[in-house]
């Protein structure tokens, strides 16, 4: 799934945060962007991530953001925020399937990495 906006996310200098929400059988049904920031930073509420999977009943999304370092390596706060995401998709029955940092030429996959358990 990480190629869907890789190509596009790879050489931005801002930091965007998308959700690519996926049908009960991980076909895409939209790509929503929910969050520009700046080079190193972006501001979102946990709110913001689930109001158009709640609204299109969408079961299953799976978070992308680019770090315009170009590093993908997830920070302490890359960590908490796919916690606070995977609890909070528990209340709404809407399962994060992954998170996936983008840098330059490479992605990092926080479910391969352990930190997303299903």
Same mark, same amino acid.
Request: proline share 3%; net charge neutral; glycine share 6%.
């Given at each position: 799934?990480?190629?869907?906006?890789?190509?596009?996310?790879?050489?931005?200098?801002?930091?965007?945060?998308?959700?690519?929400?996926?049908?009960?059988? $991980?076909?895409? %049904?939209?790509?929503?962007? +929910?969050?520009?920031?700046?080079? +190193?930073?972006?501001?979102?509420?946990?709110?913001?991530?689930?109001?158009?999977?709640?609204?299109?009943?969408?079961?299953?999304?799976?978070? %992308?953001? $680019?770090?315009?370092?170009?590093?993908?390596?997830?920070? *302490?706060?890359?960590?908490?925020?796919? *916690?606070?995401?995977?609890?909070?998709?528990?209340?709404?029955?809407?399962?994060?399937?992954?998170?996936?940092?983008?840098?330059?030429?490479?992605?990092?996959?926080?479910?391969?990495?352990? %930190?997303?358990? +299903?």
């Amino acid at each position: 799934m990480a190629e869907v906006v890789a190509n596009e996310l790879q050489e931005e200098t801002q930091e965007y945060i998308k959700t690519i929400l996926l049908d009960t059988k $991980n076909k895409i %049904v939209k790509i929503v962007t +929910n969050a520009i920031g700046t080079a +190193n930073m972006s501001i979102i509420e946990i709110r913001d991530i689930f109001k158009d999977p709640i609204k299109l009943n969408v079961t299953k999304i799976i978070i %992308v953001h $680019n770090h315009p370092s170009g590093d993908a390596t997830p920070s *302490k706060q890359d960590i908490e925020f796919t *916690k606070r995401i995977k609890n909070a998709g528990e209340v709404f029955g809407i399962d994060l399937l992954d998170h996936i940092i983008i840098g330059r030429n490479e992605f990092k996959s926080l479910k391969r990495l352990g %930190v997303i358990i +299903n």
